[in-house]
């Protein structure tokens, strides 16, 4: 008899119905209603022609999807916030979501304590765009008419967000590990213009992770904020398979003045939730408003009052609240090994890629991103290999990513590679799952495939 596959797990349904169940117990003493609703064969219509269209997506649950820097929510977090969804509160006020602020306050302390600081000041955001945009708009205030500097492989949202926000900003280079590069930092502290220098705590296109221990000895000579743009690589914190380097470096990350992290990231949370840091918790004085008509029920203060977000999703402080529960932030924890299993994919991942003579390797993985490109000729024939290796891969159920990387990052030396160009287009790979560990060899006997596919077409032009 045959047996039906399963690939999305559906027995939490079960779970969720008990869940409901429990919930509704709290609100026994109202009376029954009848509520607006529509008729049920519809929506199992529409529901299902909804399914279909979602079809038309890469599996991004999958071990085979190792590509961009997605990561299926935890099925803790899934439950949980489809379980708040169904009284949909609102955290920007005490009003709007009792519980889900008090959930919200718990689980931002506990990011906190994990990143090393006991007093803060902090909420979540809808993402590390917008908890990036509170740090650098609090960095202007406090330093008006002064310099955002951040790596050119920062991510572009703070170029982004400085243009929104009217902040002058500057790039620096990076060296050959994708590091923001100490010298030319320098070169622009010298002209006294910088207010903040944000420090990426893994870079979202290789995971390099910024010199925080030079950069806190120049803060002492030339006076600047320093926020760490933690989006990515935050809790990485919590794993014990770091390298030394890695280690001093979130040893010293409560030294900076603000950091972001994003629980939809490495979190386990799905979209969006992100979460913004302050270590001084004076800074709330520059959130202080006026609302002349909502919320006079509570004397204390709500998280709309520290927040440039109005209206925010209670169901997503429900599901982290949930999800660190389950597994607490401690390192040789549950959730600790989880991360080490993705360190340990893309250093497996990475050493066979190394010891093989058909590739050349980005920077050592800091964190968890693999980065490669196929040898060939020139840099642009290199970049077409790559393209053709990524379509090759697709046709086989292996989903990598591309990216455009200068070449400095790679060991072209003694390689008689022709230079045309200053970038090249690579592969790219986030093993960011934990079953990627387990997964390591089907993923390689694709791309060994796709490969010496891609080869062979392009010999017989």
Known sequence: MNRKKIILKKDDI???KESLSELEKGFKSLPSFKSVSGNKKRIQAVLKEAAQRLQNNFPYFHPLY??????????????????????????????GGRASSEMEKESVAGIAKMLGWKKHLGHLTSGGT?????????????????????SSQSHYTHSRISNVLKLDYESVDCDESGRMNIGDLEVKLKKRNVGTVVVTIGTTAIG??????????????????????AAYGGYFTLATNLNPYIKRIYKLLPEVDSIVV??????LQPYGCGCILFRDPAVGKFYKHDSPYTYFSSDEL?????????????????AL?????????????????????SRKAAFSFYNKLKNDKRFLTGPKPELDIVTWVPLASTITEISLLSKRIFNECAKR?????LAELPIKFFNLKDKNIGLDKKTVTCLRSVLMKPEHNAWINPIWKILDEATKSSIRKVERK
Request: net charge neutral; charged share 20%.
């Open 14 to 16: 079960d779970i969720l």
């Open 66 to 95: 190792a590509g961009q820097m997605l990561k299926p929510p935890h099925e803790i977090a899934r439950l949980s916030y489809i379980l708040a969804m169904w009284i949909n509160p609102n955290n920007h006020a005490l009003d």
């Open 130 to 150: 917008m908890a990036n945009l509170e740090a650098l708009w609090i960095a202007g205030q406090i330093n008006p008419g002064k310099k955002i500097i951040a």
């Open 208 to 229: 390099a992770v910024d010199p925080l221990e030079d950069i806190l000895q120049l803060q002492k000579k030339y006076k600047f904020r320093i926020h760490a743009d």
């Open 262 to 267: 994003d629980p939809h990231k490495h979190g």
């Open 302 to 318: 709500h998280l709309g009052e520290i927040s440039l977000e109005c209206s925010r999703p209670g169901a997503a402080a429900v």
């Open 321 to 341: 609240w949930s999800t660190m529960k389950l597994f607490p932030l401690i390192k040789g924890g549950e959730y600790s090994l989880m991360l080490n299993a």
């Open 397 to 401: 159920n292996l989903y990598l990513a």
